[in-house]
């Protein structure tokens, strides 16, 4: 009944810029942490970016930090991912997630409520 919803993903050039949205239903996720995290082909789940809920406090990994963006609208109950200067090792599926921790997002790479992903395929 509760899901996250991602979209926005697709295929663009190094250099280009792409937003994700997660949309989320069944519950309302305004004290949640929310986060993205990304996996490629053969690699582990990595830790993209966060955002917390009162003070939206946000939290990035450190080779996309200063290139996404990562917000939230609360009244919609949706999270974004601003993605900018995409770079070819951006490619990945995209997953967002929500939590009431911001350590086991962050640190632990957990989460209460997955997404199903939305592909993000960037070209060199």
């Known amino acids: 009944q509760v899901q996250l919803v991602e979209s926005g993903g697709g295929l663009v050039q190094a250099g280009g810029s792409l937003r994700l949205t997660c949309e989320a239903y069944?519950?309302?996720?305004?004290?949640?942490?929310m986060g993205w995290f990304r996996q490629a082909p053969g690699q582990e789940r990595e830790f993209v970016a966060a955002?917390?809920?009162?003070?939206?406090?946000?939290y990035y990994e450190n080779s996309v930090k200063g290139r996404f963006t990562v917000s939230r609208d609360d009244a919609k109950n949706t999270v974004y991912l601003q993605m900018n200067s995409l770079k070819p090792v951006d490619t990945a599926v995209y997953y967002c997630?929500?939590?009431?921790?911001?350590?086991?997002?962050?640190?632990?790479?957990?989460?209460?409520?997955w997404g199903q992903g939305t592909q993000v395929t960037v070209s060199s």
């Open positions: 955002i917390s809920g009162g003070d939206r406090r946000t």
């Open positions: 997630a929500a939590d009431r921790g911001l350590d086991t997002i962050a640190n632990w790479g957990l989460a209460e409520y």
């Open positions: 069944g519950r309302t996720f305004s004290n949640y942490v």
